[in-house]
């Protein structure tokens, strides 16, 4: 490995941070992680990562630290406290938070941080599962130009489309308006799909045909199969998309922005969770509507 690469530390191995730090350690990164699952840790250490036993021992020499956990509590309580990023990364590091969360826990983190000298990157990501193991995420980063000119080479082993969107907290912005589009145009195409089956038409030959047209969309091209199939194992949760809902609507609502299809979605999402199919991928949308349509739905 070379020497002359920054040293990181990777905390939150899940579905997403998992392939992303085997992406950077492939591209010849020393890469030493933490993540509250032993199996997530064998992972990392078997792609040629190093496993640590703390928050504390993952960061302590790193150079730049990278978080990807669930939501803002979940960032707040491993960026804070003794046993936090910011009371043991060195002075100078680079935090690099790529989870998803409001755009105010984002400021409030970049502040704090700066009084322990540490410098901080909102860099929320969006592309998937898919994305984050073929390393093609779109990258929406907050935070000043220098520490993005040093980051990019980090970037560019895990996505394809990265841009500095402003100062810190906007990467949690435009990830937010992210997820709204991302939710509306799932559920657009779960209701196409409900009036194709129940019209009786060949719903594959059909999604081929709208997703070469103006209809199609990144969406259809992911979550095609999931529809075709009724495969919802998730690439992204319900459970995850219903937080980002939250986020947006609120985020929305204090800069005085109406969504009044973006809060029809909102609660469609929710009431998928309520009926207990949070856990299942976005595309699980699809369910909701075959009730709404009284479709028979497959457990």
Known sequence: MSSNLPKIAW?????MGSPMAENLIKAG??????????DKLDRLAKAGGTAAASIAEAVRDADVVLTMVPASPQVEAIAYGPDGILENAKSGAL???MSSITPQTSIDLAKSAAEKGIRVLDAPVSGGEAGAIEAVLSIMVGGDQADFDEAK???DALGKTIVLCGPHGSGQTVKAANQLIVAVNIQACAEAVVFLEKSGVDLAAALDVLNGGLAG??????KKDNFKNRDFKPGFRIDLHHKDMG???DAARTVGAALP?????????????AQGDGGLDHS?????????SGQPVKD
């Not at 299809?261 to 969770?273: I, K």
């Not at 699980?284 to 709404?292: K, N, P, Y």
């Open 11 to 15: 905390i939150g191995l899940g579905i």
């Open 29 to 38: 990164y020393s890469v030493t992680g933490f993540t509250l699952e032993q």
């Open 95 to 97: 935090l690099i938070d």
């Open 153 to 155: 080479p980090l970037f």
């Open 217 to 222: 969309s990144t969406v259809l091209t992911r």
């Open 247 to 249: 986020i947006v609507t």
């Open 261 to 273: 299809v973006g809060s029809v979605v909102a609660n469609l999402v929710a009431s998928l969770r």
């Open 284 to 292: 699980a949308l699809l369910r909701g509507v075959e009730r709404l």
